[in-house]
């Protein structure tokens, strides 16, 4: 007998994660294992960030914190939101959490009833459709392939929209694909959304500082669908602090105090430390982590160049984040004599096994077709990676 509720049941394993785990087991048995699953910058904390930590300990930030997070720092929230995006918010709009994960969670399971639908763009990132789940809500998702550079139409939205539609769910600058949607591309989603005011946006922009492509857009910025808006962001990926754990959501005042009142039962405020380091991170001009762009960028131009010479690999060129979301079908039904691949997870299972090179299935992202490399490493682990699956692949037949 299963004592466990069917919750639980229901939600599946992280795969970014599980491939995580399974590249530790094979290091720990000594294998030379190249890891590109996981999305985190290998760059360290600016160190004036780093010092505000320092300093809160000694000042003795050690007591509980607000549930929604230091007015100090939903105060330099809302200053970098009108520096940066010319957003404006009061501090009461803003809800701080344990990381952008929770923040998301937050949102999707205080608007979403059992069987209310969810519109979520295909590919997008793992943990949507599991949180969705936990809130007992209907996915509905909209396929965007890669010869639309992964990013979907007005005309495809409207199609989704039902009377039963609640939330539509979007990363941009996007996690899989590197994707950003540009400034008349979200307006002509706004557009859709204005005739649709039951409509709930989650706005995930969590990879806003890693932007090839220009100034980051905000689909907040249009006045007509504002307060349908509900903006996701954290430090992890533009300020290389994804232990610190710490994200908030800007939202209407209705929604920021249903979240407050959720993350009071569950979490309550989060680490003291980690906020006064976030008071820092949100002062800090975002060109200070300009350096770690211009790496991203020369990352991301060598792992496309070096893609382009495997036969039978397609991509587009990812315009901000750090993941390269290739198209792969062509290996499914080929085999080196002793492994055959039928799928994107059977292909993952192959590399990793035979030449220690891990990556992300696209299944878990909503793409079958395609696989996910993370190039937040260095060029010179980058450059052994992609030999290794290209003398893999070439064994395939």
């Not at 914190?65 to 939101?81: D, F, M, S, W």
């Not at 990013?151 to 929209?161: C, F, G, H, V, Y």
């Amino acid at each position: 007998m299963n004592p466990l509720s069917d919750r639980i049941n229901r939600l599946s394993e992280s795969e970014t994660l599980a491939m995580a785990r399974k590249s530790r087991e094979l290091k720990a048995l000594g294998h030379n294992v190249i890891n590109l699953s996981l999305g985190e910058p290998d760059f360290f904390t600016p160190g004036n960030i780093k010092e505000a930590g320092k300093s809160a300990i000694d000042n003795n930030h050690s007591f509980y914190t607000p549930v929604n997070g230091y007015l100090e720092l939903r105060q330099a929230i809302c200053e970098k939101l009108s520096r940066d995006n010319k957003l404006e918010y009061t501090p009461e709009q803003i809800v701080v959490s344990t990381g952008a994960k929770q923040s998301i969670a937050n949102a999707v399971l205080c608007l979403v009833n059992p069987g209310e639908e969810v519109i979520v763009p295909s590919p997008f990132w793992v943990s949507y459709r599991e949180i969705v789940k936990m809130a007992e809500g209907v996915e509905v998702t909209i396929q965007a392939g890669i010869e639309n550079d992964f990013k979907i139409t007005a005309d495809q939205l409207e199609a989704a929209i039902t009377p039963k539609t609640k939330l539509f769910m979007f990363s941009s600058p996007c996690n899989p694909t590197g994707s950003v949607y540009s400034r008349e591309e979200l307006q002509q989603l706004a557009g859709v959304f204005a005739r649709h005011p039951h409509v709930y946006i989650l706005a995930d922009e969590i990879y806003e500082h890693i932007n090839f492509s220009g100034a980051h857009e905000s689909i907040a910025q249009f006045e007509e669908v504002r307060d349908q808006v509900i903006i996701i962001n954290g430090v992890s990926k533009g300020f290389a602090m994804t232990g610190w754990r710490l994200g908030y959501m800007a939202a209407s005042l209705e929604i920021a105090k249903a979240c407050n009142k959720l993350q009071g039962q569950i979490t309550s405020g989060t680490c003291s430390i980690a906020q006064m380091a976030g008071v820092e991170a949100m002062k800090t001009d975002p060109a200070t982590t300009r350096p770690m762009l211009d790496k991203f960028r020369e990352r991301r131009d060598l792992v496309l160049r070096l893609m382009k010479d495997i036969p039978g690999i397609k991509t587009n060129e990812p315009q901000g984040a750090f993941y390269v979301f290739a198209n792969v079908k062509e290996f499914f039904g080929k085999s080196d004599g002793t492994t055959r691949v039928e799928n994107a997870p059977d292909l993952c299972m192959y590399l990793l096994n035979k030449v220690f090179v891990a990556m992300v299935p696209g299944d878990a992202f909503g793409d079958p077709d395609c696989v996910r490399l993370s190039y937040a490493t260095s060029n010179d682990l980058l450059e052994e990676a992609i030999s290794r699956i290209r003398r893999a692949l070439e064994e395939l037949k």
